[in-house]
């Protein structure tokens, strides 16, 4: 008996629990669920980093934890604070990412022949990541309540400021800025911008980036953009256009250097099978370059198999369908906007980072959200994550309110309909009272004038 009231209250704590974090439930489990697996897959992927830093597994997998913890404070940040709030402060969030961009430039910490990290008060941070979700809260709240009627306004107001973010994080990364690109134009296509605006734009893109590479070719603008290119022409260059007979053994060695991260990449994948090998036993973990960031997904692939990796893509795209859910509910266009933008920024890098490690894709250096090892990647994915709950709470508060409403009217009808009974058996208990005081030659002739008054004013 006392186990069964224990066992009761338990599940009466944890439905509290679940009862207070408001918004859609199935996003919050999703986030829970991709968090708890990547405390599993970074403890497993990291040993070449323990190696190379002098650490162990376990101090990595704290590390992640940590972030895991930030992450979650993030999200609940994120998920308090009120959509209007979010409109106040998407135009304030766009000047700052360009502000912290410019600041890389001049400032920033070159790591892997990339300056794209900023060190503030000993803490770095990727500003390309923060700028993402700023990109999308300033077009949300642009297409809002700005008035666009001429391509003119539409370039001052629109492409101008989204175009200046975009080249600042061209310098530190092709890929995330073409990836950018790619967002804010599926952003616009959706949000029923005139398809004339977008053909001019895609026209004056193509010419930018024309002037772009230009100017790199003279001046060494972007140092990225060899790595890309170089890339791009690897993947699209088929074995046999590749004349290895006639190369010396340091060109052959240089080639097989630059093709090392697919390559093992596609040994990860296919050793893992149907099944895989099992939690921790991978072995590519200790050849394949940064196999608990931008590789994590072939050790999901080999150590828990095609199963395993189709769990993970599940995952994603049960999220991302729950966010196309919200916005069809979304009452307004800031809403509708921030909810699709941020769920197509996360849906969109977790299929390029998937798309490269299966060998369908050029190799782009991108994470995959809540799974990768990394500290800024996780805590901006967790805001996003955040900033959806939020809306989500909020349209189901909202919702909650029409609902109460709806209730309080209908117990109010119902007791209109109760009071309306009780005074109609009050005034048939007085006429009975009143018959009864009567003698029955009173009572005939009372009751033969009523029903002829009735007869009559039926008449």
């Known amino acids: ?38 405390i599993a897959l ?74 794209r990290w900023l060190s503030i008060g000993g803490i770095q941070f990727q500003p390309a990541e923060f700028a993402k979700i700023a990109i999308v809260l300033y077009l949300a709240r642009a297409l809002e ?24 994080i061209l310098v530190g990364s092709v890929s995330a800025a073409i990836y950018m690109a790619l967002i804010c134009f599926i952003i616009l296509f959706i949000a029923g911008v005139k398809m004339s605006y977008l053909l001019k734009t895609i026209g004056l893109g193509a010419a930018a980036v024309a002037l772009l590479i230009l100017l790199h070719v003279t001046f060494g603008l972007f140092p990225r953009m060899d ?36 390559d093992m990449a596609q040994i990860a994948v296919k050793e893992g099978g149907l099944l895989g090998k099992g939690p921790g036993k991978s072995t590519q973990r200790y050849v394949l370059p940064h196999p608990y960031s931008d590789y994590i997904y072939s050790i999901i692939l080999e150590e828990y198999g095609l199963w395993g990796g189709m769990l993970v ?56 959200p809540l799974i990768s090892l990394g500290g800024t990647s996780f805590i ?7 900033i959806i709950l939020s809306i989500s709470r909020t349209k189901e508060d909202a919702q909650a309110e029409i609902d109460e409403k ?24 007085e006429e009975l009272a009143k018959q009864d005081a009567m003698s029955q030659e009173e009572r005939d002739a009372y009751l033969r004038q009523r029903y002829a008054d009735q007869l009559g004013s039926d008449e």
Not at 15 to 27: E, M, N, Q, T, Y
Not at 153 to 163: D, E, T
Not at 233 to 258: C, H, I, P
Not at 380 to 386: H, L, P, R
């Open 1 to 38: 008996m006392a186990e069964k009231e224990i066992n009761s209250k338990e599940e009466s704590r944890q439905a509290d629990v679940v009862s207070r974090l408001h918004g859609d439930k199935v996003i919050w489990v999703i986030f829970f669920l991709l968090s708890l697996i990547s």
């Open 42 to 115: 970074i403890y497993s992927s990291s040993s070449s980093l323990a190696y190379m830093k002098g650490s162990t597994n376990f101090a990595i997998l704290m590390k992640q934890i940590r972030f895991v913890v930030l992450g979650i404070a993030a999200l609940f940040i994120c998920y308090k604070v009120p959509p209007r709030w979010w409109r106040t402060l998407s135009i304030w969030a766009m000047l700052l990412a360009v502000a912290l961009l410019v600041l890389t430039l001049v400032a920033g910490v070159k790591t892997n022949d990339a300056q």
């Open 145 to 168: 309540i700005m008035n666009i009627d001429t391509y003119k306004s539409f370039l001052i107001k629109i492409v101008a400021p989204i175009g200046v973010c975009i080249v600042l």
């Open 227 to 262: 790595t890309a290119l170089e890339r791009v022409k690897r993947f699209t260059q088929s074995e046999e256009a590749v004349d290895k007979e006639n190369m010396d053994k340091r060109a052959l060695q240089r080639l097989a250097d630059e093709t090392l991260q697919a």
């Open 313 to 368: 893509l599940m995952l994603y795209v049960w999220f991302f369908y729950r966010c196309v859910l919200i916005v069809k509910e979304c009452r307004t266009v800031f809403a509708a906007i921030t909810v699709g933008g941020l769920g197509a920024v996360i849906m969109v890098q977790a299929m390029l980072h998937i798309l490269v490690n299966v060998g369908i894709f050029p190799v782009t250096g991108h994470t995959l």
């Open 380 to 386: 901006i994915i967790s805001a996003a994550f955040g």
């Open 406 to 429: 709806e209730r309080l009217e209908k117990e109010q009808r119902k007791l209109e309909r109760q009071r309306q009974r009780e005074k109609q058996n009050k005034e048939a208990k």
